[in-house]
């Protein structure tokens, strides 16, 4: 594919000084007007050709859950088309200045989870679809999720307008403020929830305290205790079709090869970690609503005194940043994925854009496929916007854009992006009016998928929450 984008990749010395990359920034805003990054322009192809084509080599028999999944309402539709928006994004006007992108941005996609040391930490925590793209793309992901979701939620449009001019205005704050540190200093950043509470208002901090909670009590343990029994084959995880069954046909041996090329892959105070443990039971687990169709297991351990350990294998597909929004990648993350498949891309994305990982985070290849593991639900949990006020919703949303702006901080072309920005007020005008214009976007793709599944044209699921 031809990179289609109206505004080419800038090549920047990454040995220049911070200054002198910030004016390389002002100078971009010749050939890329900032108030230019307001105007949408459409891909060429159809959202649902192009959501019909992902479904080419996913399993079909979860393809009328991913259906029903993104039917459920319009915020669901679009956390499940990051496709369609990086093809809409390709054709539409950006800085063209590229980072280390998350690629999927929204609301949905930041979250709790457990850092080596055992604290809970808030940032990212969705890279499917990492790769090197334009940083406008994922600002204008995650502010165009807070108008769906605020409008999903019935706020008043100049409520819903106000949101997203403060979470742009937060994003550049923070990536200002982030830069005025050193590299190291905002290497070792990390996002502390329990720190941030008392500047909450009391609903967020009601909210966050929740979900804090829930993600403490999600660990490998529990796991094992709510999804294992015992049966005459000795332990082995509890059905629950179609979101988790067993394999079959997969032998014990293609099971150790996988397993062996996994931990060859980790660090080597994992690889002897994983010694300690020893297999007991496999099963297939339906994912999220964009993943939907490719393949995921459980691997279920247990050590020495029985103590568990729950790894997810997820299977990792090109990112839609390369394979819709045609986004040519710098020889690093190419080399990556020669080497290590998709799945190392997906790992180098996460550790370079997260504040810390999961130590088990690895990644093989297996059948032609690429795939990345980590631990299954350790720590993890969302924060759950459904039904929060208007004021705790925008609270929540400049959380999650300061998270963004810290994970594109790591990226030297971060000084050239401040340089860009300049005093702010052209680019929040600009990626506001671009989110509105989306958001209008995902409604109208969201009622053609609607109006396809009603003329029979989908095989849709019966019960997407089953």
Same mark, same amino acid.
């Given at each position: 594919?031809?990179?289609?984008?109206?505004?080419?990749?800038?090549?920047?010395?990454?040995?220049?000084?911070?200054?002198?990359?910030?004016?390389?920034?002002?100078?971009?805003?010749?050939?890329?007007?900032?108030?230019?990054?307001?105007?949408?322009?459409?891909?060429?192809?159809?959202?649902?050709?192009?959501?019909?084509?992902?479904?080419?080599?996913?399993?079909?028999?979860?393809?009328?859950?991913?259906?029903?999944?993104?039917?459920?309402?319009?915020?669901?539709?679009?956390?499940?088309?990051?496709?369609?928006?990086?093809?809409?994004?390709?054709?539409?006007?950006?800085?063209?200045?590229?980072?280390?992108?998350?690629?999927?941005?929204?609301?949905?996609?930041?979250?709790?989870?457990?850092?080596?040391?055992?604290?809970?930490?808030?940032?990212?925590?969705?890279?499917?679809?990492?790769?090197?793209?334009?940083?406008?793309?994922?600002?204008?992901?995650?502010?165009?999720?807070?108008?769906?979701?605020?409008?999903?939620?019935?706020?008043?449009?100049?409520?819903?307008?106000?949101?997203?001019?403060?979470?742009?205005?937060?994003?550049?704050?923070?990536?200002?403020?982030?830069?005025?540190?050193?590299?190291?200093?905002?290497?070792?950043?990390?996002?502390?929830?329990?720190?941030?509470?008392?500047?909450?208002?009391?609903?967020?901090?009601?909210?966050?305290?929740?979900?804090?909670?829930?993600?403490?009590?999600?660990?490998?343990?529990?796991?094992?205790?709510?999804?294992?029994?015992?049966?005459?084959?000795?332990?082995?995880?509890?059905?629950?079709?179609?979101?988790?069954?067993?394999?079959?046909?997969?032998?014990?041996?293609?099971?150790?090869?996988?397993?062996?090329?996994?931990?060859?892959?980790?660090?080597?105070?994992?690889?002897?970690?994983?010694?300690?443990?020893?297999?007991?039971?496999?099963?297939?687990?339906?994912?999220?609503?964009?993943?939907?169709?490719?393949?995921?297991?459980?691997?279920?351990?247990?050590?020495?005194?029985?103590?568990?350990?729950?790894?997810?294998?997820? /299977? %990792?597909?090109?990112?839609?940043?390369?394979? +819709?929004?045609? =986004? #040519? !990648?710098?020889?690093?993350?190419?080399?990556? @994925?020669?080497?290590?498949?998709?799945?190392?891309?997906?790992?180098?994305?996460?550790?370079?854009?997260?504040?810390?990982?999961?130590?088990?985070?690895?990644?093989?290849?297996?059948?032609?496929?690429?795939?990345?593991?980590?631990?299954?639900?350790?720590?993890?949990?969302?924060?759950?916007?459904?039904?929060?006020?208007?004021?705790?919703?925008?609270?929540?949303?400049?959380?999650?854009?300061?998270?963004?702006?810290?994970?594109?901080?790591?990226?030297?072309?971060?000084?050239?992006?401040?340089?860009?920005?300049?005093?702010?007020?052209?680019?929040? /005008? %600009?990626?506001?009016?671009?989110?509105?214009? +989306?958001?209008? =976007? #995902? !409604?109208?793709?969201?009622?053609?998928?609607? @109006?396809?599944?009603?003329?029979?044209?989908?095989?849709?699921?019966?019960?997407?929450?089953?």
């Amino acid at each position: 594919m031809t990179r289609s984008t109206k505004t080419s990749r800038r090549p920047v010395d990454p040995d220049l000084p911070a200054e002198r990359l910030r004016s390389i920034g002002v100078e971009t805003r010749s050939t890329a007007p900032r108030r230019a990054l307001g105007t949408l322009v459409r891909g060429p192809r159809a959202a649902l050709e192009i959501l019909a084509e992902q479904n080419t080599g996913r399993l079909a028999d979860l393809v009328p859950l991913r259906w029903a999944r993104m039917l459920q309402d319009p915020f669901s539709f679009y956390r499940g088309s990051a496709a369609v928006m990086a093809a809409d994004l390709a054709a539409s006007p950006s800085s063209g200045i590229e980072v280390v992108s998350c690629g999927d941005a929204h609301l949905s996609n930041f979250g709790l989870f457990a850092a080596p040391d055992r604290q809970l930490l808030f940032d990212l925590n969705d890279f499917d679809e990492g790769a090197a793209a334009p940083w406008d793309w994922d600002l204008k992901r995650l502010v165009t999720s807070a108008v769906v979701g605020g409008q999903h939620a019935g706020y008043a449009p100049d409520v819903v307008e106000r949101i997203a001019r403060d979470t742009t205005r937060q994003y550049l704050v923070t990536l200002r403020y982030v830069l005025g540190m050193d590299a190291l200093q905002r290497l070792y950043l990390r996002g502390h929830p329990e720190r941030a509470l008392k500047q909450f208002s009391p609903e967020l901090r009601a909210v966050m305290e929740r979900a804090m909670r829930s993600a403490q009590r999600r660990t490998s343990e529990r796991v094992f205790k709510r999804m294992m029994t015992t049966t005459d084959e000795g332990l082995r995880l509890v059905e629950n079709p179609p979101i988790l069954t067993h394999l079959s046909g997969i032998t014990s041996r293609e099971l150790g090869d996988a397993y062996q090329a996994y931990a060859r892959a980790v660090a080597p105070e994992i690889q002897l970690a994983l010694r300690s443990f020893r297999y007991v039971d496999s099963a297939r687990r339906v994912v999220g609503v964009g993943s939907v169709g490719t393949r995921c297991y459980l691997w279920v351990m247990t050590g020495p005194v029985g103590e568990p350990l729950v790894l997810q294998i997820k /299977e %990792a597909t090109p990112s839609v940043l390369e394979q +819709y929004g045609e =986004v #040519v !990648q710098p020889t690093a993350f190419r080399r990556v @994925a020669q080497v290590l498949g998709d799945g190392g891309r997906v790992v180098a994305a996460q550790r370079i854009l997260q504040a810390a990982s999961d130590p088990f985070l690895g990644t093989f290849r297996a059948d032609g496929r690429d795939y990345y593991v980590r631990q299954f639900q350790d720590m993890k949990g969302s924060v759950d916007v459904e039904g929060m006020g208007e004021h705790a919703f925008s609270e929540y949303v400049q959380v999650c854009a300061r998270s963004l702006a810290r994970a594109h901080a790591q990226s030297r072309n971060a000084f050239v992006i401040d340089g860009y920005a300049g005093g702010g007020a052209r680019l929040v /005008e %600009a990626v506001t009016q671009f989110a509105h214009a +989306y958001a209008d =976007v #995902v !409604q109208e793709d969201f009622r053609a998928l609607r @109006a396809a599944a009603d003329r029979g044209e989908l095989d849709v699921a019966p019960d997407p929450l089953r």
